[in-house]
């Protein structure tokens, strides 16, 4: 079965970190682009972070400096720490596995950053 799983989300006090895993069955990890998006209330889906094919990574301005991307290829994980959160990082994050011909979503895992 083709499908992508979060796991990792949860309540985290501002300034903290925070390690969100996605878990790939059913594709070749390298063959697609991975990333990371969220989904604040009331707000669009927008990206946070991507690995490429090629391990190439790229981040949000938001999110730049904070957050690190990663995958494992052997263990068909992708991998996304999150430090020094802020309340603004407060939403449901989504694993994407995209290529030419098919994008796979995750259910989400909520990340809520409160005192």
């Known amino acids: 079965q083709v499908q992508v799983v979060e796991s990792g989300g949860g309540l985290v006090q501002p300034g903290g970190s925070l390690r969100l895993s996605c878990a790939a069955s059913?594709?070749?990890?390298?063959?697609?682009?991975m990333g990371w998006y969220r989904q604040a209330p009331g707000k669009q889906r927008e990206l946070v972070a991507q690995i490429s094919t090629i391990g190439r990574t790229r981040y949000s301005d938001s999110v730049k400096g904070r957050v690190t991307i990663s995958r494992d290829i052997a263990k068909n994980m992708v991998y996304l720490q999150m430090n020094s959160l802020n309340a603004e990082d407060t939403a449901v994050y989504y694993c994407?596995?995209?290529?030419?011909?098919?994008?796979?979503w995750g259910q989400g895992t909520q990340v809520t950053v409160s005192s």
């Open positions: 994407n596995a995209a290529s030419r011909n098919l994008a796979i």
């Open positions: 059913g594709i070749i990890l390298s063959s697609y682009d």
